[in-house]
């Protein structure tokens, strides 16, 4: 595939003006009450893990199975501890994920961080999809532990997503906290959803970008970045 036509693509797409990296965990911290745990830590934790868990049972029934069967008697558990881990994004604030990593640092060139492993679930099937998700910068003064950007990436992919918006999420989310002179984030992912139904397309791989400051402005930094990132995927 080329990611450079690609990229060009997407550089010359505007990405959303009011910003979509803290709008909906604020959102969502006022009504979620969902936990991972496996006691409710308060009332209404406990209430609504049971609500989740009777609507899994029922589920279980109208697909026709008996959710009373050894093996299915603690899967609505299960699902919602799964659930609920798999979505905990939503309640995470990536300027406290991030902010609290930033070092002084007057280094200029790129930093690239690729293969950060990446699982997420798409909005209209929730099924997963998953892939790698390659980040680049040139901080401005700041640096940020590096750990964190797997971090951010965990923070966006574990909600109800699309790609494309977890993508610009990601490097929004950059941008905002360190205010880099650019940052470019390219993911790549299968989605279950068009490989175990649907068109069956086993081996389609999706790619999504985004490029802000100089990584959309700059070709020369733009190549630079897409290089590194495809010659690690041609090994
Ligand atoms: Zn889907």
Known sequence: MD???HAEFIATTEHSPNGYSSHYSREALKNRQLTSSKVGETPEEEAANARVEN?????LIELGE???REGLNLTPSRVRRSLAFLTDGYVKDPQEVLGT????????EMVLVRDIEMYSMCEHHMLPFYGKCHIAYIPNGKIV?????PRIVDLYSRRLQVQERLTTQIAEAINEVLHPIGV???????HLCMMMRGVQKQNSM???SCMLGDFKK?????????NLIQHVRGN
């Open 66 to 68: 008996n959710p009373e």
């Open 101 to 108: 990593a930033l070092f002084e640092e007057h280094y200029d």
């Open 184 to 190: 470019g984030v390219v993911t790549e992912a299968y």
């Open 3 to 5: 990611l450079e036509a």
């Open 55 to 59: 609507l899994i049972r029922q589920l």
């Open 218 to 226: 700059d070709q020369k930094t733009r190549s630079e970045f897409l």
């Open 206 to 208: 999706t790619l999504a």
């Open 145 to 149: 532990g590096l750990s964190k950007l």
